[in-house]
């Protein structure tokens, strides 16, 4: 920072500069200004590209373990309001962004996103150019980063940075996890504006919690569902022994394979109930399946993930935040008479969208399992349905907690599941995408009062 700089941030609303520094193990370091708590933090760097929502990235469980990177230049503008917030504290270990705004104006906020940090204790640079720096993790990849607020020498920092932990074989979701049963029913924390009234609780639903979002709890109970929580290692036979109407498994950060004790559960309940699976829980079910996991060169983390749906042919805009992704060609070999004639795998996935097919494979243990949803930005797996048994998993986040609301057919399909419905997943995700938002029966009526 020059002294005209420096002068010119002290007669604004910014506060007065602290230098910080944000080094890649790579030796990549940008030097920009604290805007969180002072000290230092270490994680795997990733960048999420959603426009809008950073509260709600900021206190995602998922994050656990990572720096994140908001790619929207200015953030904090509309200010921080509690009931958007996905856990009670942030689980990330630090922020970046461009420029964070001190003085932000919305009738929502309760205060600033700066301040929420701090009080958080969370470690946080603004100044930094983060076109640049998401160019580079795109061409170089994820990898370990830090940031620093006390002064300490580059170089210095650089090595410590290079000797942190690992993301990679370290199970996270102990972390984020719930410490024991919880009934919730349908009282689920969650934000009021926007929200029409929930239906009637029908079904229960126990939900392991591998660091679930409150706003994926809260679609749950919206959905019809009472739900109790439990932890991420709770025995399959104690979940049984409630005798829920469905079993679901959250959203969750880092390594799914550090996370046996979780797909080892999820083994033993497939085929007992009605199962639904998101995010680390896709990976679960895959993993139980005796799939498996890849590292992807730098994730998906954003609200503008086109997947498309091999059954509908419907292209979803989905928000998502995972680093690793399930191999659906390790699941076992096609069956042709089911995938269109075809008996070889395709590496990229896209080919079955081009084919407008939704290829099923031969599971040594769980039978068949179709391909359901594709990601068309890279050609990954993003869904599976169990054809013999009543299960379903998707990579993405259908919530819309931040992000489009295209995927929020996914809990009425749950729904439609728990009560043996056979076309659970045949559903016109238009007219479902809004069920549940206050201003959609608003509109409507707005609408039959222009037409009479």
């Known amino acids: 920072m020059s002294k005209v700089s420096d002068y010119l941030l002290a007669n604004t609303s910014k506060p007065p500069a602290r230098r910080?520094?944000?080094?890649?193990?790579?030796?990549?370091?940008?030097?920009?200004?604290?805007?969180?708590?002072?000290?230092?933090?270490?994680?795997?760097?990733?960048?999420?590209?959603?426009?809008?929502?950073?509260?709600?990235?900021?206190?995602?469980?998922s994050y656990a373990g990572q720096i994140v990177v908001l790619t929207?230049?200015?953030?904090?503008?509309?200010?921080?309001?509690?009931?958007?917030?996905?856990?009670?504290?942030?689980?990330l270990r630090g922020l970046v962004v461009r420029d964070m705004c001190a003085t932000p104006s919305s009738w929502r906020s309760?205060?600033?996103?700066?301040?929420?940090?701090?009080?958080?204790?969370?470690?946080?640079?603004?100044?930094?150019?983060?076109?640049?720096?998401?160019?580079?993790?795109?061409?170089?990849?994820?990898?370990?980063?830090g940031i620093i607020t006390t002064g300490e020498?580059?170089?210095?920092?650089?090595?410590?940075?290079?000797?942190?932990?690992?993301?990679?074989?370290?199970?996270?979701?102990?972390?984020?996890?719930?410490?024991?049963?919880?009934r919730l029913g349908t009282s689920v924390p969650t934000r009021l504006f926007g929200l029409a009234e929930p239906r009637?609780?029908?079904?229960?639903?126990?939900?392991?919690d591998c660091g679930a979002k409150r706003s994926i709890l809260r679609d749950l109970a919206r959905s019809g569902c009472s739900i109790t929580t439990v932890?991420?290692?709770?025995?399959?036979?104690?979940?049984?022994?409630?005798?829920?109407?469905?079993?679901?498994?959250?959203?969750?950060?880092?390594?799914?394979?550090?996370?046996?004790?979780?797909?080892?559960?999820?083994?033993?309940?497939?085929?007992?109930?009605?199962v639904f699976g998101i995010c680390l829980g896709h990976q679960m079910m895959a993993k139980a399946a005796g799939g498996e996991i890849e590292k992807l060169k730098f994730g998906h983390h954003g609200g503008n993930h086109p997947v498309q749906n091999l059954l509908t042919g419907?292209?979803?805009?989905?928000?998502?935040?995972?680093?690793?992704?399930?191999?659906?060609?390790?699941?076992?070999?096609?069956?042709?008479?089911?995938?269109?004639?075809?008996?070889?795998?395709?590496?990229?996935?896209?080919?079955?969208?081009?084919?407008?097919?939704?290829?099923?494979?031969?599971?040594e243990r769980f039978g068949r399992i179709r391909l359901t949803h594709v990601n068309l930005d890279d050609g990954?797996?993003?869904?599976?349905?169990?054809?013999?048994?009543?299960?379903?998993?998707?990579?993405?986040?259908?919530?819309?907690?931040?992000?489009?609301?295209?995927?929020?057919?996914?809990f009425t399909a749950f729904a439609r599941l728990m009560v043996g419905d056979a076309d659970y997943l045949d559903i016109d995700i238009a007219a479902d995408r809004l069920d549940g938002w206050s201003f959609a029966d608003a509109g409507a009526a707005a609408t039959e009062g222009k037409v009479a």
């Not at 944000?22 to 933090?41: H, I, N, P, R």
């Not at 009637?200 to 392991?208: E, L």
Request: a negative charge; aromatic letters at 8%.
């Open 20 to 61: 910080a520094l944000l080094a890649l193990e790579d030796g990549t370091v940008f030097e920009g200004v604290a805007c969180g708590a002072e000290g230092e933090a270490f994680g795997e760097i990733c960048f999420n590209t959603s426009m809008e929502g950073y509260l709600e990235i900021v206190t995602d469980p």
């Open 72 to 91: 929207y230049p200015q953030v904090g503008n509309y200010g921080v309001n509690l009931e958007d917030a996905q856990a009670e504290h942030p689980a």
């Open 110 to 145: 309760q205060e600033a996103l700066g301040d929420y940090l701090i009080r958080e204790g969370v470690v946080a640079v603004e100044g930094i150019d983060t076109r640049a720096l998401v160019r580079h993790i795109r061409d170089h990849g994820a990898q370990r980063a």
């Open 153 to 182: 020498d580059a170089a210095a920092f650089l090595e410590k940075v290079r000797t942190s932990p690992d993301l990679v074989g370290v199970n996270l979701a102990r972390e984020v996890s719930c410490s024991g049963i919880r």
């Open 200 to 208: 009637p609780a029908r079904r229960t639903v126990v939900v392991y």
């Open 231 to 274: 932890p991420w290692n709770t025995p399959a036979e104690t979940v049984l022994s409630m005798n829920p109407d469905g079993v679901f498994f959250s959203n969750g950060p880092g390594d799914p394979d550090a996370v046996g004790e979780t797909y080892e559960q999820v083994g033993k309940i497939l085929g007992k109930v009605p």
């Open 314 to 363: 419907r292209v979803e805009v989905t928000a998502q935040n995972h680093g690793f992704c399930p191999r659906f060609q390790s699941l076992g070999a096609l069956v042709p008479e089911l995938s269109g004639g075809f008996d070889n795998h395709e590496e990229d996935l896209r080919a079955w969208a081009r084919r407008g097919i939704a290829p099923v494979v031969d599971n």
């Open 380 to 410: 990954t797996a993003e869904g599976f349905a169990f054809l013999d048994i009543p299960a379903f998993s998707v990579q993405y986040h259908p919530e819309a907690a931040p992000g489009p609301t295209d995927a929020h057919y996914l």
